[in-house]
């Protein structure tokens, strides 16, 4: 069974990079048609797709956060991650990670809270 | 791109059908038959009911059905339980190679 776990730390300063990585057990990151997400949801508001990586490598972002992210991915220690660049408040959420095969969203992390704050 | 709408409540009595509306555009829902559901309680991550706008993965109670007609998407719940009690988002493929998330409706059961 799948299962994926989001780590890195609970609290950025702002203007800092956030970093998290997604650590995948069950499956290869690697897997033909397999798709990696991040997501976000703010406190009390709703879902944010940030972007992802493609078992090959490719990555593909939201463009309101395109200049901000770069999502990467490690095969050989079966990870990915997500790198969010000059934060601010309104970048203070629950981070997701998730596994889509083409569309099929279908395994996510429990995900992990990131606090922005001086 | 801006998110789907969808309305912010749908409530319902036990039993009842309720559906929930995703509104998008021909170059989201409109365009793809990638529309898929999530269902999320609170301090839980999401979990998909429906994929590719009317199919279930296999675990998922057949009182949720999904479909599509022009630019927007339905979530049908049946049957409604007090366990359905929860928020529900929609999430489209767009023209742009991304995804979009709908704005998120709470369902109660009264």
């Known amino acids: 069974q799948l299962q994926l776990q989001e780590s890195g730390p609970g609290l950025v300063k702002p203007s800092e990079t956030l970093s998290l990585t997604c650590s995948v057990s069950g499956g290869s990151i690697g897997t033909t048609n397999n798709f990696w997400d991040w997501i976000r949801q703010p406190p009390g508001e709703g879902l944010e797709w940030i972007g992802s990586i493609s078992y090959g490598g490719t990555t593909y972002y939201c463009p309101s956060l395109k200049s901000r992210v770069t999502i990467s991915a490690d095969t050989s220690r079966n990870q990915f991650s997500l790198k969010l660049s000059s934060v601010t408040a309104a970048d203070t959420a629950i981070y997701y990670c998730?596994?889509?095969?083409?569309?099929?969203?279908?395994?996510w992390g429990q995900g992990t809270l990131v606090t922005v704050s001086s | 791109q801006s998110a789907l709408t969808q309305p912010a409540s749908v409530s319902g009595s036990p039993g009842q059908s309720i559906t929930i509306s995703c509104t998008g555009t021909?170059?989201?829902?409109?365009?793809?038959?990638?529309v898929s559901w999530y269902q999320q309680h609170p301090g839980k991550a999401p979990k998909l009911l429906i994929y590719d706008v009317r199919y279930r993965p296999s675990g998922v109670s057949n009182r949720f059905s999904g479909s599509k007609s022009g630019n927007t998407a339905s979530l049908t719940i049946s049957g409604l339980q007090a366990e359905d009690e929860a928020d529900y988002y929609c999430?489209?493929?767009?023209?742009?190679?991304?995804?979009?998330f709908g704005t998120g409706t709470k369902v109660t059961v009264l």
């Open positions: 998730a596994r889509r095969t083409i569309a099929v969203r279908d395994s």
């Open positions: 021909s170059s989201d829902v409109g365009g793809y038959n990638y």
């Open positions: 999430n489209s493929y767009t023209s742009s190679d991304t995804y979009v």
